[in-house]
C-alpha cells in the first residue's frame, strides 16, 4: 500500500514536470492568505516550483456530507486552480524576522511569506503560510538565483 502511494506520487511529480516543461526543484504544502483574485483566504494548496516560476495549485474539495459518508460519487466542490507567476515578475520576497529574544517562546511563529510582483500592469502582494523554515528558506534562494 505504502509503496503503490509513494509510485503514484513519483508519477504525479514527473506527470507535472512534463507539463511545465522543466525539472521541479520544490515543493510543499501550503496555506494562500491574500493577493490572487481567483482564490479564497485561508486556502491550502501545493506550491511547487522549478528554474523559471513557482506555481500555487488548490484541488477539488469533497463536500462535507460524501465525505462523511464515504460516498464515492463525483461531488467534489469547485475545480483545479492553479496560477504561476515567473521569478522574473517578483520584485521582493520577505520571510518574516527570526525572533532572538528570550521572550519568543511565549509567541507564536509568524509563517507568512510575502511576494511582491507585477502582475496586470500592477504591484500586487501575495501572502503565503510556509509552515517549514527550510521551504522557507529554499523558496527563497530559489528566487534569488533564478530571478532574471
Given at each position: 500500500?505504502?509503496k503503490?502511494?509513494?509510485?503514484?506520487?513519483?508519477?504525479?511529480?514527473?506527470?507535472?514536470?512534463?507539463?511545465?516543461?522543466?525539472?521541479?526543484?520544490?515543493?510543499?504544502?501550503?496555506?494562500?492568505?491574500?493577493?490572487?483574485?481567483?482564490?479564497?483566504?485561508r486556502?491550502?494548496?501545493?506550491?511547487?516550483?522549478?528554474?523559471?516560476?513557482?506555481?500555487?495549485?488548490?484541488?477539488p474539495?469533497?463536500?462535507?456530507?460524501?465525505?462523511?459518508?464515504?460516498?464515492?460519487?463525483?461531488?467534489?466542490?469547485g475545480?483545479?486552480?492553479?496560477?504561476?507567476?515567473?521569478?522574473s515578475?517578483?520584485?521582493?520576497?520577505?520571510?518574516?524576522?527570526?525572533?532572538?529574544?528570550?521572550?519568543s517562546?511565549?509567541?507564536?511563529?509568524?509563517?507568512?511569506?510575502?511576494?511582491?510582483?507585477?502582475?496586470?500592469?500592477?504591484?500586487?502582494?501575495?501572502?503565503?503560510?510556509?509552515?517549514?523554515?527550510?521551504?522557507?528558506?529554499?523558496?527563497?534562494?530559489?528566487?534569488?538565483?533564478?530571478?532574471?
Open positions: 500500500m505504502i503503490n502511494n509513494q509510485q503514484e506520487a513519483i508519477r504525479y511529480w514527473q506527470e507535472k514536470e512534463k507539463e511545465i516543461g522543466e525539472e521541479i526543484i520544490g515543493k510543499e504544502m501550503c496555506e494562500f492568505l491574500s493577493g490572487h483574485d481567483d482564490l479564497e483566504p486556502t491550502w494548496g501545493l506550491l511547487y516550483y522549478s528554474k523559471t516560476s513557482f506555481y500555487f495549485q488548490v484541488f474539495k469533497k463536500s462535507f456530507w460524501s465525505s462523511l459518508l464515504g460516498s464515492s460519487q463525483n461531488e467534489d466542490r475545480e483545479t486552480r492553479l496560477f504561476q507567476i515567473p521569478w515578475s517578483i520584485k521582493e520576497i520577505q520571510l518574516p524576522p527570526r525572533k532572538k529574544s528570550i521572550f517562546i511565549f509567541s507564536l511563529p509568524d509563517y507568512r511569506v510575502f511576494i511582491k510582483y507585477e502582475g496586470d500592469n500592477k504591484e500586487r502582494i501575495i501572502v503565503l503560510l510556509i509552515y517549514t523554515q527550510t521551504t522557507q528558506e529554499k523558496f527563497l534562494e530559489c528566487f534569488q538565483k533564478y530571478n532574471h
